[in-house]
T-cell receptor, first 109, second 117 residues
């Protein structure tokens, strides 16, 4: 079956760096998405990786290893507003998104 | 700014009543829109794919007679929860895809929180 695994919750300190891991198993693969979702709100797009390697976008970076079925989202210089859930989603061979349950990130001062 | 709107943002209804949720694409003609449901602390679950001018495609386990989807125009899709029960209480989110090829970014509406008493 198809499956996405990511930690349920993580805690980090303001100004620090945090890495949120995601492993996936899908029927075929057409890319890996990361979305941010604040409580009670809809998800917003953060990044897309389809090739191996690191994609950097400001304070956020996303990494993909297709051979390992693994991705991570790296958040630098954490701010209190980064407190949110981070959703990992893999696109399968039918271009359908398979969603993880999300990682709740708690930022402490 | 927002590209997808949903109405209402939240609704409380009595068990047995029907609730209609609207999803509008604000600046894009969306032939396809998606309806998701999200229970607390759980992942987004795709309910159905809404196709303009044709029948929606429902995911396995989603009752098409209970969750009526209408996509009558390129900018509006509606989800009607018929005879709602407390277990239907959830966060309902619509989205549209933009782009071509494998990189189809999904733009989500703000969601509708449904509470059935």
């Amino acid at each position: 079956g198809q499956n996405i695994d990511q930690p349920t919750e993580m805690t980090a300190t303001e100004g620090a760096i945090v890495q949120i891991n995601c492993t996936y198993q899908t029927s075929g693969f057409n890319g890996l998405f990361w979305y941010q979702q604040h409580a009670g709100e809809a998800p917003t797009f953060l990044s897309y990786n389809v090739l191996d390697g690191l994609e950097e976008k400001g304070r956020f970076s996303s990494f993909l290893s297709r051979s390992k079925g693994y991705s991570y989202l790296l958040l630098k210089e954490l701010q209190m507003k980064d407190s949110a859930s981070y959703l990992c989603a893999a696109m399968d061979s039918n271009y359908q998104l398979i969603w993880g349950a999300g990682t709740k990130l708690i930022i402490k001062p | 700014g927002a590209v997808v709107s949903q109405h209402p943002s939240w609704v409380i209804c009595k068990s047995g009543t029907s609730v209609k949720i609207e999803c509008r694409s604000l600046d894009f003609q969306a032939t396809t829109m998606f309806w998701y449901r999200q229970f607390p602390k759980q992942s987004l679950m795709l309910m159905a794919t809404s196709n303009e001018g044709s029948k929606a495609t429902y995911e396995q386990g989603v009752e098409k007679d209970k969750f009526l989807i209408n996509h009558a125009s390129l900018t509006l899709s509606t989800l009607t929860v018929t005879s709602a029960h407390p277990e239907d209480s959830s966060f309902y989110i619509c989205s549209e895809e933009r782009g071509q090829g494998p990189y189809n970014e999904q733009f989500f509406g703000p969601g509708t929180r449904l509470t059935v008493l």
